[in-house]
């Protein structure tokens, strides 16, 4: 089995494989290291990734991107409003979630982005198993630290429609600070200061920094802040606009009417923004653009940094938010990791350098320092590879809150309570205590909705508690309900069970711990995964041998049911059987193309040696026949063997072979004879 990690990023996917010498990137089917994003439809099959980028300008209509940027959306979120301008197929909604229309296999047909995501991890599936040779099934991929339950939810269910077992979703900066973390021999001791690291990470759409602090085998996120809207794409944008309206003055063209000349357009501005990362200026320059008109301009480094002026003037904003959440100076941050293609612009290094007031490090990989943590998230949570250990507190960004019906035996209950706040530990295990006597609902939500990304629902899940009944004479029966933030950062509970009070003599430990904090009426720990001890407090007394002490015995479970914004199965399992038809259809395509051009490329080679190389071994009977079969066979190829199946493919290479095989026979004789002579000749 293998060990694989995903930067499944807005523009750009990144593979990396956990082998025994250490991480690498693995490259795609034409020797890339990253994969574009993008999944497009045709009349016969799907385009995944970088076959996806080469037909998008000629297929628009039916190429989506901005793939993880849709999933768990809805079609009235403003944030799906923006990423329209980036999607070139039409955007619809499915439901309760956004999908996209497109033409394919002729026919006009809709798929949710949860699919869309689905497609294009099982290309990454196929890539990564084509390069291991290996089945790939365990994976962890990284998503933005501000994706909800919803966003998450619909990735988990991609990744299980596409067949793969996801270990972990893990956030972006959380998989660089790992992956920075445990190579590292230098890190301090449990009683030394922790090494506090900035890691920031601007990519092709969003913007995060995360400050981190590091002991030997351990990091601990303190804060995690975002600007949603802030990558390179808005660079892209305001270059595409600048030249748009030169354009349009100069040589009277309109791009923003002719999506292809503006696909174009963007292409080479991105081309651009990068050359003025290095350069103070740079030319572009695209040839019969629209209307037959050659269009080109230039462009200095400055005159970028005016247009994007606005942007810019954003840059130092979540850095300043991570220091004030993280309860940090400047002075306490000891370094600055840069990742992500848009760390590369000059004019963000000034402005985040001068903000830290210190200079900045680019230590880690920019574009696969994502991808490595991933792989290493991957290796500590797979059962198949040894990794020292090292463990990851990451932290909860939305706080959650439960709420729940009145129980009508208490009146004076409250009926809502906030489980997790923001900054807590994450994965992270509550128990939750209620006294009832009959079976009860309850119902997670983010509790701050203002606080989420666009507009999302704050609904978590609603979850049934069965199997409640009064206990004994008319008492209330103690149930116990663990609800846990996992380490995907979605929240189940997870189990229930209920508990009876006894009395119980119990030997004194030879050394007190700690007091643990128990807040009695709900039960609610403190932070991180200490599971269920209940034990009263205040048992500092004197010390006898024993003590008598109330415990909570575990008595039996509760069965829950739960209905959160997962996936149901049946359906899931529909869209698994579903996806894998159409990359057994895509499959088959590809081969019956590769037999095509084996066979075209046969009739070639054959015309070519007959007079040459193959001239001595056939009669001119044989030749003839041979020619003939060969000019008939093109014939066929242009004609109606264009579009044949694979197994007729293969039956016109058979029926050529049976000509040219005696042929190509004596030729290879002659030469293995030659051969045998030298070797002959070598020995004496
Ligand atoms: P996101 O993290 O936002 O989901 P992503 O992970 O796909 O997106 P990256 O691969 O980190 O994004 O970065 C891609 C962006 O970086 C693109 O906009 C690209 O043009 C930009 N970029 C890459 N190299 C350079 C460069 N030399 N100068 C300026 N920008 C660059
Ligand atoms: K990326
Ligand atoms: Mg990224």
Not at 176 to 194: N, Q, S, V
Request: net charge negative; aromatic share 8%; proline share 4%.
């Amino acid at each position: 089995m293998s060990v694989v990690g995903v930067d499944f990023g807005t523009l750009n996917t990144v593979i990396a494989v956990a082998r025994n010498r250490g991480v690498d990137v693995i490259t795609n089917e034409v020797s890339n290291r990253a994969t574009p994003s993008l999944v497009g439809f045709g009349p016969k099959s799907r385009y995944l990734g970088e076959p996806a980028k080469t037909q998008e300008i000629s297929n628009l209509k039916n190429t989506v991107g901005s793939l993880k940027r849709l999933a768990g959306r809805t079609i009235t979120d403003q944030d799906v409003q923006i990423e329209k301008e980036f999607v070139s197929a039409t955007i619809v909604e499915m439901g309760n979630t956004v999908g996209a229309e497109v033409t394919y296999m002729g026919e006009k047909q809709k798929f949710t982005a949860t699919q869309l995501v689905a497609m294009f991890l099982s290309k990454i599936k196929a890539t990564a198993s084509a390069e291991l040779k290996l089945p790939v099934s365990d994976i962890v991929i990284s998503v933005p630290a501000w994706f909800t339950d919803v966003q998450r939810r619909a990735l988990m269910d991609a990744a299980e429609i596409a067949g793969l077992k996801l270990l972990r979703l893990i956030n972006d900066t959380t998989a660089t600070a790992l992956g920075y973390g445990i190579p590292r021999t230098d890190l301090p001791t449990a009683d030394e200061k922790p090494r506090r690291v900035a890691f920031v990470d601007i990519g092709h759409s969003d913007y995060t920094c995360s400050i981190v602090e590091f002991k030997k085998g351990e990091l601990a996120v303190k804060s995690t802040t975002y600007d949603r809207h802030f990558g390179g794409r808005d660079f892209d944008k305001a270059l595409i606009q600048h030249f748009a309206r030169e354009w349009k003055e100069k040589y009277k063209i309109d791009i923003n009417t002719n999506p292809k000349a503006l696909v174009r357009t963007a292409a080479a501005c991105e081309k651009m923004k990068k050359i003025l990362s290095a350069n103070a200026q740079a030319p572009i320059s695209i040839e019969s653009l629209m209307n037959d008109v050659d269009v080109s301009g230039m462009m200095k480094r400055e005159e970028l940094e005016q247009l994007v002026q606005p942007l810019l003037d954003r840059a130092t904003i979540p850095l300043e938010q991570a220091l004030l959440e993280a309860k940090m100076k400047v002075e306490d941050i000891d370094s600055i990791e840069m990742v992500g293609g848009c760390t590369r612009v000059p004019s963000l290094k000034d402005r985040i350098s001068k903000f830290f007031g210190k200079g900045l490090s680019f230590t880690l990989n920019q574009d696969e320092a994502v991808a490595r943590g991933c792989a290493f998230s991957c290796a500590i949570l797979s059962p198949v590879f040894r990794v020292r250990d090292f463990s990851v507190h990451d932290i909860v960004n939305y706080p959650i809150e439960f709420n729940w019906e009145q129980s009508p035996d208490i009146p004076d209950e409250d009926t809502s309570l906030t489980v997790f706040n923001k900054g807590n530990v994450m994965p992270s295990t509550k128990i939750l205590t209620f006294y009832r006597k009959q079976p009860f609902d309850l119902e997670a939500k983010y509790a701050k909705p203002e606080l989420l990304p666009g507009k999302m629902t704050p609904w978590i899940g609603r979850f049934s508690v069965k199997g409640v009944k009064a206990n004994g004479e008319d008492d209330f029966m103690i149930c116990k309900l663990k609800a846990r933030l996992n380490l995907h950062g979605v929240l189940n509970v997870e189990s229930g069970y209920y508990v009876e009070d006894v009395e119980i003599e119990e030997p004194i430990p030879e050394e007190e711990g700690e007091k643990k904090e128990t807040d009695k009426k709900d039960g609610e720990k403190k932070d991180g995964d200490a599971m269920e001890t209940d034990q009263p407090n205040g048992a500092a007394e004197p010390k006898p041998k024993v003590r008598k002490v109330k415990k909570q015995v575990r008595k039996g479970e509760l069965p829950l049911s739960s209905g959160t914004a997962s996936m149901d199965q049946a359906t899931k399992d529909s869209m698994a059987e579903k996806e894998n038809s159409m990359f057994m259809e895509d499959k088959l395509v590809a081969d019956t193309e590769d037999k095509k051009n084996e066979l075209e490329s046969y009739i070639y080679e054959l015309r070519g040696k007959i007079d040459d190389q193959y001239s001595e071994f056939a009669s001119d009977e044989e030749k003839a026949k041979l020619k003939e079969k060969l000019e008939q066979s093109e014939d066929w190829l242009y004609d109606e063997g264009d579009d044949a199946t694979r197994g007729v493919y293969v039956a016109k290479m058979d029926e050529i072979r049976f000509v040219a095989g005696p042929i190509i026979g004596r030729y290879q004789d002659k030469v293995e004879e030659e051969r045998q002579a030298i070797l002959k000749l070598e020995e004496e």
